[in-house]
């Protein structure tokens, strides 16, 4: 959504802003939420600047007229489909991905502690 209200801005085409949205949201496409501790700082707060970073350069395609070839409804589906794919203990639980690590579960038991 960043990168179609850039898009939009920048006085693009409600097109370029649809190709801006569904560019960025395919380089996003089955990233794993999982936070460590159940925190944010590990590791959603750097994902964020990626995901900044991200709508930038995919409104600068878009307005430069690079096409993502996928139309907008159809990525908004396949993302669907991969989220629906993916165990539930990739989905924002604390469990799977960097929080199921051992450092990220040494990380959780010493914010427990102090809870």
Known sequence: MAAAALVELRGGT????????????????????????????????????????????????ALAGVVGHIPADEVIDAMAEVGAAMSNDLRETGIGGLAGTPTGKAIRDIVQMQG
Do not use: H, W, Y
Not at 15 to 34: I, K, R, S
Not at 36 to 46: D, N, Q, S, T
């Open 14 to 61: 409600a097109e370029q802003c649809a190709e801006a949205f569904a560019m960025a949201l395919t380089n996003l496409e089955g990233l794993v939420c999982d936070p460590v501790a159940g925190l944010v700082e590990i590791p959603c707060i750097k994902r964020n600047v990626i995901g900044a970073m991200n709508a930038v350069s995919c409104a600068d395609m």
